[in-house]
């Protein structure tokens, strides 16, 4: 009996345009790996959720495969293992896996004493409250996942100005993911 040997496959987000083509932004990523002897395809994340997501080339049988591309919301990635699954692949990160690291509440406990302080609140809690009691210089705004990088940023000074974040997240984000984290911001020294 032959045993099957698994190959390790790099799977990227397609092009919006053509899905068997690797989007533009991780191409010179993927050429690395196929220069350092990985295979690579693309899938299309707009397929995900249909009854046939788009992958080229197809995804051989018991190959591994390492999604390196957009964060994905947990359900899309549920979708992106189903998708993979439905090939017979497997993908290299669980479901569960990507949930331990996808929200910031999950991972910091573990690294606490590594990263800046950081304190998680409900959106519906009286957040200008409980920065004043946190008595920081200044505060680094995000929600589970994500911050804001387009007009004020996320960082601010005033306890005051967490309203116009909170505010602006759902605006330009489409919705807040879990809660607020409000992380303690440090200067480090590069």
Known sequence: ??????????????DYFNSRKIDEIYVEQAESLKN???KTAAISLESLGSNSPKISPPLPQN???????????????????????????????SQDEYLLTHYLPNWYPAIADLTP????????GDLESELIAL?????????????????SGSIIEHPSEIRAIVAQMPKFRGTIEGGIC?????????
């Open 36 to 38: 350092a002897g990985f």
């Open 117 to 124: 302080a950081t304190k998680i609140y409900s959106i519906d």
């Open 63 to 93: 190959s591994e495969i390492v999604y390196r591309g957009w964060m994905l919301s947990p359900s899309e990635y549920q979708h992106l293992v189903n998708a993979v699954e439905s090939t017979e692949a497997f993908p290299f990160t």
């Open 135 to 151: 008595g920081w210089e200044r505060f680094f705004i995000k929600d589970y996942v994500k911050s804001l990088k387009n007009l």
């Open 1 to 14: 009996m032959n045993a099957v040997k698994c190959i390790m496959i790099f799977l990227f987000p397609s």
């Open 182 to 190: 409000v992380r303690q911001l440090e200067d480090f020294v590069v």
